[in-house]
């Protein structure tokens, strides 16, 4: 099981079914929360996460295909789009430097 | 956990058919702005439209034509294959354009695609084998060579193939409309929209088929299936007065973002919480067609994103539209609210204070009181697999 220290955290990526729609909602919320840790966080398709993304939240119901297209990333999925304790959590672990499970 | 996400028949299935529709609206969806401005010029310069003008009006046939498949087939190669892939993927798809009389969606989804991956595998196979100073030369007459030939192949074969798959399958579509059961298919599509395969069911079936439609009449109550956001309003607003009491306070924004943003994702996990709940959407979803039936409304494009605003824009003139549209919406929020909130006891049945199982009691969104001692079991996923991964 992968871990990654918060600090090291270069590229975060939000995934959904398009890249289009509740992605680009979550990662301009991210983006906002995270502008003073110098992480660039992008939007994209689960069927395609880039190969340099370091963390990748997706919705628990797009997990398998994210884990399946891109088996060696840290991967957190979550619930619901507003407020969810993962997305939470790895937002403070990269501002605090805490370790990501994924 | 477990009862968090439907078990539907194996999550490997799932996640498997989610890729392959994923795949089909990965085509459409970035292109989705074509498609609105071809609805709009339709809408405002056809002889019955807004403002009808014959000179503009002469942009409607070629961009549908050809203008719409091409696109999807560039996007279809690009996905396989890249830049390269990208062309011969257009260049195929003339190919199905000019080998069938209609509107070739599904034809150009195949072609793009398959000439893309025959062209990956050339460059695998030639890989590192051209002598230096003739790569450009082989990559052009390759991608040309296949393009050609594939362009052909779905000019002798694929077009015609494709015509008579699409006239049988707007001839059932319009068999259903016929018999008045087009209702009954939200009962399919509303549970297979919060399994996330939304995006797959509109944009890789019912575009391509509503397309057509406006092509012949002018409007199409295709697009209008998926995406009536009336089923998930009604749901949150059933979640607003008789949910969970943790759960109440995030509706309010959900429901801005789900009817005015046209998100609809995020209502999702608001019945995969409590999946009893799909009947409330199907229930909904099924008296929206109903409205839209009855009234004979329809739009001119895909509303995308399914938001009241993108309603309002691709509907076309004419009163009857119009109300049909916003009876519809109305209508379909109010079923599933009036049986979301029946499903949720009105508030008063006591177990529905909490949420189904132990993972939601993290979806408060408010970790105010003890919520934080508990790890979060969505990523802690060593400790309580997610659904999805067996």
Partial sequence: ?102 | MSTYTPQVQGSGFRAGVQRIGGHLAGMVMPNIGAFIAWGLITALFIPTGWIPNEGLAQLVDPMIKYLLPILIGYTGGRIVHGQRGAVVGAVATMGVIVGAEMPMFIGAMIMGPLAAFVLKMFDKLIEGRVRPGFEMLVDNFSAGIIGGAFALLAKWIIGPVTQNIMTLLGNGVDWLVDLGVLPAVSILVEPAKVLFLNNAINHGVFTPLGVQQVAENGKSIMFMIESNPGPGLGLLLAYFFFGPKLLRPSTPAAMIIHFFGGIHEIYFPYVLMKPRLILATMAGGAAGVTTFMITGAGLVASPSPGSIFAYAAVTPKGAGNWIGMIAGILIAAAVSFVVAAALLGFGRLKEDQEVDDSSAEALGAEPADGATKHDSPAVARNSSPEPGTA
């Avoid at chain 1, 628990?60 to 297209?69: D, I, K, N």
């Avoid at chain 1, 840290?74 to 499970?101: E, M, R, S, Y």
């Fill in chain 1, 1 to 102: 099981m992968a871990t990654i220290n918060g600090s090291d955290v270069k590229k975060l990526v939000v995934a959904c079914d398009a890249g289009m729609g509740s992605s680009v909602m979550l990662a301009s919320t991210l983006r906002k929360q995270l502008v003073k840790n110098n992480v660039t966080v992008e939007h994209t398709p689960v069927n395609s996460i880039p190969a340099d993304a370091d963390v990748v939240v997706c919705h628990s119901g797009l997990a398998a295909r994210a884990r399946a297209g891109a088996p060696d990333k840290i991967i957190v999925p979550f619930q619901v789009f507003l407020g969810d304790p993962a997305v939470t959590k790895v937002v403070k672990a990269i501002q605090t430097g805490a370790d990501i499970n994924g």
